[in-house]
Nanobody, 114 residues
Framework: QVQLVESGGGLVQAGGSLRLSCATSRSIFSINTMGWYRQAPGKQRELVARITVGGTTDYADSVKGRFTISRDNAKNTVYLQMNSLKPEDTGVYYC????????WGQGTQVTVSP
């Protein structure tokens, strides 16, 4: 089993930055892929960014150039640095991990004011 705990969400003005953290209960090396999803009110949950155990990253087109996913292997933690935030980025952000099964964190709210 993999337990995920997100932190770092909050309220920020447009153009501001936030860094989300996802702490895992086991080594990231034992997890194939970790990523961040978000769900805005009335919308489907969507992939924001992901990183594989080998370090390969992928981003949604809407966040390329603004968001960066990274990891600290020693801390078993994955980060999402969000810069130049827009109101459209508002939503609940969920950490996700794939091993033999998929695992979800509880989510952290990100609100970007105009």
């Amino acid at each position: 089993q993999v337990q995920l705990v997100e932190s770092g969400g909050g309220l920020v003005q447009a153009g501001g930055s936030l860094r989300l953290s996802c702490a895992t209960s086991r080594s990231i090396f034992s997890i194939n892929t970790m990523g961040w999803y978000r769900q805005a009110p009335g919308k489907q949950r969507e992939l924001v960014a992901r990183i594989t155990v080998g370090g390969t990253t992928d981003y949604a087109d809407s966040v390329k150039g603004r968001f960066t996913i990274s990891r600290d292997n020693a801390k078993n933690t994955v980060y999402l640095q969000m810069n130049s935030l827009k109101p459209e980025d508002t939503g609940v952000y969920y950490c996700y991990a794939e091993r033999y099964l998929g695992y979800w964190g509880q989510g952290t709210q990100v609100t970007v004011s105009p």
